[in-house]
């Protein structure tokens, strides 16, 4: 099994930052593609970024494109660099990851681990 955690969430400003981190435990050895999803309240769930392990071909939603980053920082750890956040923005965000290759798509139902997320709020 492959456990989750994320952290860095918080409440900030239009314009401003945060980073978001996922670390994982267990079988990590196992994943082949890591992500970020996020759900808004009264939403469904939405795919934000991932990235193959070890590889350097990341994708995105168009919503965050050129704003957010997501990057692998080591071995079980991986982050979401997001910048001049707005208010639709705001969600709980999810890391995810998968013993499959990425698809090269943000669907969920490609991805069988997840964390128990972490709040994003953004005030305008």
């Known amino acids: 099994q492959v456990q989750l955690e994320e952290s860095g969430g918080g409440s900030v400003q239009a314009g401003e930052s945060l980073r978001l981190t996922c670390i994982s435990s267990g079988y990590f050895s196992r994943v082949k593609c890591m992500g970020w999803f996020r759900q808004a309240p009264g939403k469904e769930r939405e795919g934000v970024a991932a990235?193959?392990?070890?590889?350097?071909?990341s994708y995105y939603a168009d919503s965050v494109k050129g704003r957010f980053t997501i990057s692998q920082y080591n071995a079980n750890t991986w982050l979401l660099q997001m910048n001049n956040l707005k208010p639709e923005d705001t969600g709980m965000y999810y890391c995810?990851?998968?013993?499959?290759?990425?698809?090269?798509?943000?669907?969920?139902?490609?991805?069988?681990?997840w964390g128990q997320g972490t709040q994003v709020t953004v005030s305008s």
């Open positions: 990235i193959p392990y070890s590889g350097d071909n």
């Open positions: 995810a990851a998968d013993p499959r290759l990425c698809a090269l798509r943000l669907n969920s139902a490609d991805f069988t681990y």
